[in-house]
Protein backbone atom coordinates (compact mmCIF):
# COMPACT_ATOMS: atom_id res chain seq x y z
CA UNK A 1 0.00 0.00 0.00
CA UNK A 2 1.19 3.48 -1.03
CA UNK A 3 2.41 5.87 2.37
CA UNK A 4 2.49 9.62 1.28
CA UNK A 5 4.63 11.17 3.79
CA UNK A 6 4.94 14.95 4.46
CA UNK A 7 8.43 15.93 5.78
CA UNK A 8 7.50 19.77 7.56
CA UNK A 9 8.26 21.45 10.61
CA UNK A 10 6.36 23.19 13.57
CA UNK A 11 7.05 26.87 11.69
CA UNK A 12 7.66 26.10 8.26
CA UNK A 13 5.19 27.95 6.20
CA UNK A 14 5.91 26.47 2.98
CA UNK A 15 5.07 22.96 4.49
CA UNK A 16 2.23 24.28 6.06
CA UNK A 17 0.86 25.52 2.36
CA UNK A 18 1.83 21.46 1.96
CA UNK A 19 -0.26 19.97 4.68
CA UNK A 20 -3.55 22.16 4.20
CA UNK A 21 -3.88 21.43 0.62
CA UNK A 22 -3.16 17.70 1.12
CA UNK A 23 -6.17 18.19 3.78
CA UNK A 24 -8.71 19.80 1.58
CA UNK A 25 -7.76 17.26 -1.25
CA UNK A 26 -8.68 14.52 1.83
CA UNK A 27 -5.33 12.64 1.09
CA UNK A 28 -4.17 10.36 3.56
CA UNK A 29 -0.56 11.20 4.47
CA UNK A 30 2.34 10.57 7.18
CA UNK A 31 3.24 13.81 8.76
CA UNK A 32 7.04 13.76 10.14
CA UNK A 33 8.35 17.14 11.79
CA UNK A 34 12.01 17.70 10.87
CA UNK A 35 14.09 18.89 14.13
CA UNK A 36 13.49 22.34 15.22
CA UNK A 37 15.49 24.97 17.25
CA UNK A 38 14.53 27.96 18.62
CA UNK A 39 16.36 29.84 15.67
CA UNK A 40 13.96 29.25 13.24
CA UNK A 41 16.51 26.70 11.75
CA UNK A 42 15.82 23.13 11.39
CA UNK A 43 18.88 20.94 12.55
CA UNK A 44 20.01 18.20 12.26
CA UNK A 45 19.00 18.04 8.55
CA UNK A 46 16.49 14.97 8.52
CA UNK A 47 17.99 12.35 6.20
CA UNK A 48 15.24 11.83 3.76
CA UNK A 49 14.90 15.76 3.35
CA UNK A 50 18.96 15.45 2.73
CA UNK A 51 18.18 12.67 0.21
CA UNK A 52 15.14 14.44 -1.58
CA UNK A 53 16.18 18.26 -1.19
CA UNK A 54 20.28 18.13 -1.27
CA UNK A 55 20.98 21.49 -2.44
CA UNK A 56 18.63 23.99 -0.26
CA UNK A 57 18.40 20.97 2.08
CA UNK A 58 14.73 21.89 3.33
CA UNK A 59 11.18 21.21 3.89
CA UNK A 60 8.60 20.96 2.24
CA UNK A 61 9.18 17.13 1.07
CA UNK A 62 6.52 14.98 -0.01
CA UNK A 63 7.43 11.53 -0.87
CA UNK A 64 4.43 9.38 -2.33
CA UNK A 65 5.32 5.63 -3.98
CA UNK A 66 8.09 6.26 -6.69
CA UNK A 67 7.79 10.42 -6.41
CA UNK A 68 9.68 12.34 -4.07
CA UNK A 69 9.48 16.52 -4.56
CA UNK A 70 10.37 19.53 -2.68
CA UNK A 71 8.66 22.73 -3.23
CA UNK A 72 5.71 23.55 -1.98
CA UNK A 73 4.68 24.46 -5.27
CA UNK A 74 5.44 21.89 -7.46
CA UNK A 75 3.98 19.30 -4.94
CA UNK A 76 0.85 21.60 -5.11
CA UNK A 77 0.85 20.74 -9.00
CA UNK A 78 1.87 17.13 -8.28
CA UNK A 79 -0.89 16.91 -5.93
CA UNK A 80 -3.56 18.32 -8.63
CA UNK A 81 -2.58 15.73 -11.02
CA UNK A 82 -2.44 13.03 -8.54
CA UNK A 83 -5.65 13.37 -6.43
CA UNK A 84 -7.79 15.66 -9.22
CA UNK A 85 -10.91 16.13 -7.06
CA UNK A 86 -11.77 18.25 -5.24
CA UNK A 87 -9.70 20.53 -7.80
CA UNK A 88 -8.01 23.12 -6.11
CA UNK A 89 -7.10 25.41 -9.41
CA UNK A 90 -9.62 26.68 -11.23
CA UNK A 91 -11.45 24.64 -14.65
CA UNK A 92 -10.37 27.75 -17.59
CA UNK A 93 -6.95 27.75 -18.54
CA UNK A 94 -6.55 31.31 -18.39
CA UNK A 95 -8.29 31.23 -14.92
CA UNK A 96 -5.72 28.40 -14.04
CA UNK A 97 -2.98 30.78 -15.38
CA UNK A 98 -4.37 33.33 -12.88
CA UNK A 99 -4.30 31.91 -9.92
CA UNK A 100 -0.66 30.44 -10.59
CA UNK A 101 0.62 33.65 -11.05
CA UNK A 102 -1.34 34.42 -7.40
CA UNK A 103 0.18 31.41 -6.08
CA UNK A 104 4.04 32.32 -7.48
CA UNK A 105 3.14 36.72 -6.29
CA UNK A 106 2.48 35.34 -2.79
CA UNK A 107 6.09 33.54 -2.47
CA UNK A 108 8.72 35.81 -4.50
CA UNK A 109 6.45 39.41 -4.27
CA UNK A 110 4.54 39.09 -0.95
CA UNK A 111 6.80 37.11 1.44
CA UNK A 112 10.80 38.36 0.59
CA UNK A 113 9.09 41.51 2.31
CA UNK A 114 8.38 39.40 5.12
CA UNK A 115 11.53 37.99 4.92
CA UNK A 116 13.48 41.02 5.70
CA UNK A 117 11.06 41.63 8.57
CA UNK A 118 12.33 38.46 10.34
CA UNK A 119 15.70 40.57 11.06
CA UNK A 120 14.29 43.76 12.09
CA UNK A 121 12.10 42.63 14.59
CA UNK A 122 13.95 45.33 16.81
CA UNK A 123 14.34 48.03 14.57
CA UNK A 124 10.49 48.05 13.04
CA UNK A 125 10.88 51.98 13.08
CA UNK A 126 13.80 51.78 10.61
CA UNK A 127 13.46 52.62 6.79
CA UNK A 128 14.17 49.04 5.74
CA UNK A 129 11.43 47.85 7.86
CA UNK A 130 9.13 50.70 7.18
CA UNK A 131 9.70 49.62 3.40
CA UNK A 132 9.08 46.21 3.78
CA UNK A 133 5.91 46.81 5.60
CA UNK A 134 4.68 48.90 3.04
CA UNK A 135 5.42 46.12 0.36
CA UNK A 136 3.07 43.95 2.34
CA UNK A 137 0.57 46.88 2.60
CA UNK A 138 0.83 47.77 -1.25
CA UNK A 139 -0.07 43.60 -1.73
CA UNK A 140 -2.86 44.03 0.56
CA UNK A 141 -4.80 46.46 -1.59
CA UNK A 142 -4.09 44.80 -5.09
CA UNK A 143 -5.60 41.56 -3.31
CA UNK A 144 -8.37 43.86 -1.32
CA UNK A 145 -9.38 44.65 -5.42
CA UNK A 146 -9.49 41.52 -6.58
CA UNK A 147 -12.04 40.63 -3.78
CA UNK A 148 -14.51 43.56 -5.59
CA UNK A 149 -16.32 40.53 -7.47
CA UNK A 150 -14.87 37.66 -6.04
CA UNK A 151 -15.13 35.44 -2.65
CA UNK A 152 -11.74 34.11 -2.92
CA UNK A 153 -8.82 35.43 -5.10
CA UNK A 154 -9.02 33.41 -8.56
CA UNK A 155 -12.38 33.01 -8.27
CA UNK A 156 -13.12 29.35 -6.47
CA UNK A 157 -11.10 28.52 -3.86
CA UNK A 158 -7.46 27.57 -4.64
CA UNK A 159 -4.13 27.21 -4.43
CA UNK A 160 -3.38 30.74 -4.32
CA UNK A 161 -5.54 31.12 -1.12
CA UNK A 162 -3.92 28.55 0.52
CA UNK A 163 -0.29 30.47 -0.31
CA UNK A 164 -1.46 33.57 0.79
CA UNK A 165 -3.36 32.77 3.76
CA UNK A 166 -0.11 31.38 5.28
CA UNK A 167 2.25 34.25 3.81
CA UNK A 168 0.23 36.68 5.37
CA UNK A 169 0.01 34.54 9.40
CA UNK A 170 4.08 35.09 8.85
CA UNK A 171 3.49 38.64 8.28
CA UNK A 172 1.25 39.68 10.80
CA UNK A 173 3.28 37.67 13.17
CA UNK A 174 6.53 39.86 12.10
CA UNK A 175 4.46 43.18 12.67
CA UNK A 176 2.73 43.55 9.10
CA UNK A 177 -0.49 42.72 9.48
CA UNK A 178 -3.67 43.66 7.84
CA UNK A 179 -6.35 46.94 8.88
CA UNK A 180 -9.31 48.48 8.49
CA UNK A 181 -7.95 49.97 5.03
CA UNK A 182 -8.74 45.94 3.37
CA UNK A 183 -12.23 45.33 4.79
CA UNK A 184 -12.87 42.64 1.88
CA UNK A 185 -9.37 41.18 2.56
CA UNK A 186 -10.01 40.81 5.99
CA UNK A 187 -13.20 38.92 5.87
CA UNK A 188 -11.37 36.62 3.33
CA UNK A 189 -9.38 36.01 5.49
CA UNK A 190 -12.15 34.88 8.27
CA UNK A 191 -13.52 32.31 5.23
CA UNK A 192 -10.82 31.19 4.63
CA UNK A 193 -9.00 30.45 8.43
CA UNK A 194 -12.49 28.69 8.98
CA UNK A 195 -12.11 26.02 6.67
CA UNK A 196 -11.61 22.76 8.36
CA UNK A 197 -8.27 21.77 6.61
CA UNK A 198 -6.50 24.98 7.40
CA UNK A 199 -7.21 25.09 10.77
CA UNK A 200 -6.04 21.43 11.45
CA UNK A 201 -2.80 22.91 10.24
CA UNK A 202 -2.71 26.18 11.97
CA UNK A 203 -4.12 25.74 15.51
CA UNK A 204 -1.54 23.29 16.39
CA UNK A 205 1.39 25.55 14.90
CA UNK A 206 -0.16 28.48 16.91
CA UNK A 207 -0.19 26.39 19.79
CA UNK A 208 3.48 25.46 19.13
CA UNK A 209 4.19 29.45 18.98
CA UNK A 210 2.48 29.48 22.23
CA UNK A 211 4.31 26.99 23.61
CA UNK A 212 7.63 28.90 23.11
CA UNK A 213 6.64 32.25 24.32
CA UNK A 214 6.27 33.58 21.13
CA UNK A 215 3.29 36.11 20.38
CA UNK A 216 0.10 34.41 18.34
CA UNK A 217 -2.04 36.82 16.24
CA UNK A 218 -4.45 37.88 18.02
CA UNK A 219 -7.01 37.08 14.98
CA UNK A 220 -6.03 33.68 15.60
CA UNK A 221 -6.06 33.58 19.32
CA UNK A 222 -9.06 31.35 20.03
Given at each position: ??????????????GAKVQIAAYEK???????????????AYEP??????RVNPVKQQVPVLVDDEVALFDST??????????????????????????????QKSDEVFFPNVIKLFGLQDAMQSAPAVAACAGCARFYQEMEGLLATREYLAGPYSFADIAFYMAHVFADRKGAGMTGA???????RERVGARPAVRAVVDPMMRFLASQGRGVPAFLQR
Open positions: MTTTQIYSGPLSMFGITFELIMVPFTTDDKHPEVLQIFEYLEDRYPQPALWPEGIADRARARQLETPRLVAW
